[in-house]
């Protein structure tokens, strides 16, 4: 079972990284997230019964103990949102780009946690089916809260 657990974390990792990047700041604020996220994920790991796919059950772990941790630090405000090492982004040769990139990644810096995991998700690419699942919302309400979130990160960075 062990054996079986650290390749999943291996495969996986990259998936538990997103969610340390969106919602620490530091480095060592990171690396605690991890191995609290990967020790929630052993204590869970006996009861998954693979009804779900894997990335859907280590998203809704990661992004509930990142949420409750986010709610526990916020007095001391360790995590105040995303840092600018989270989304390093370089764009061949176009400074227009990384300045737009830049702003919007700032403006999700002011988005709730819940707003920041929505976006995270669609950004990877999760379907509102798997969104849904992950958050435990329904997928109308996945489709409402994240025309609310384009809306709101319009407003925030200036555009239409």
């Keep these: 079972m ?41 204590r869970s ?6 009804d779900s796919k894997v990335s859907t059950w280590m998203y809704r772990i990661a ?27 370089a764009a061949a040769g176009n400074d227009n780009v990384d300045e737009d990139i830049a702003q ?15 976006t995270m998700l669609y950004m990877d690419d999760c379907s509102y089916k798997e969104i849904a699942e992950i958050l435990g919302l329904s997928e109308s309400n996945v489709g409402f809260k994240l025309n609310r979130i384009k809306a709101k990160l319009r407003t925030l960075i200036n555009i239409g």
């Excluded at 919007?104 to 929505?118: C, D, G, P, S």
């Design 45 to 50: 790991y006996p009861v998954f019964k693979g």
């Design 2 to 42: 062990k054996d079986q657990f650290l390749k999943l974390i291996a495969e996986n990792q990259g998936l538990i990284y997103k969610v340390c990047n969106m919602y620490c700041n530091n480095k060592l604020d990171k690396e605690d997230l991890f191995q609290d996220i990967v020790l929630q994920l052993w």
């Design 104 to 118: 919007m990644y700032e403006a999700i810096k002011k988005l709730t946690e819940v707003e920041r995991a929505l």
């Design 63 to 89: 992004i509930n103990n990142a949420i409750t941790r986010l709610r526990k630090e916020t007095r001391r405000e360790k995590f105040a949102g995303l840092d600018d090492e989270a989304f390093h982004v």
